[in-house]
């Protein structure tokens, strides 16, 4: 019975642990010939896209400092 238990225990503590990575994205060759009123968006999505290949998750969260970045050099 105690066996059993170590057993869940474990999976909990692999569940509830958060994974970061960081990485290097080339933006540019992604975001090419999208017009300017389109480029933030298309790129937040791009990120997104990368992130859930790499992670092998639909749950992506973007740092806001990213975002807000992102958004600054987006839509002109």
């Not at 790129?43 to 859930?52: G, L, N, Q, T």
Request: glycine share 6%.
């Amino acid at each position: 019975m105690t066996g059993k238990k170590t057993k869940v225990n474990r999976l909990k503590k692999f569940v509830s642990e958060t994974v970061v990575r960081e990485y290097t994205i080339n933006i540019h060759r992604r975001i090419h010939g999208v017009g300017f009123k389109k480029r933030a968006p298309r790129a937040i999505a791009e990120i997104r896209k990368f992130v859930e290949q790499q992670m092998g998750t639909k749950d992506v969260r973007i740092c806001p400092r990213l975002n807000k970045y992102v958004w600054s050099k987006g839509i002109r």
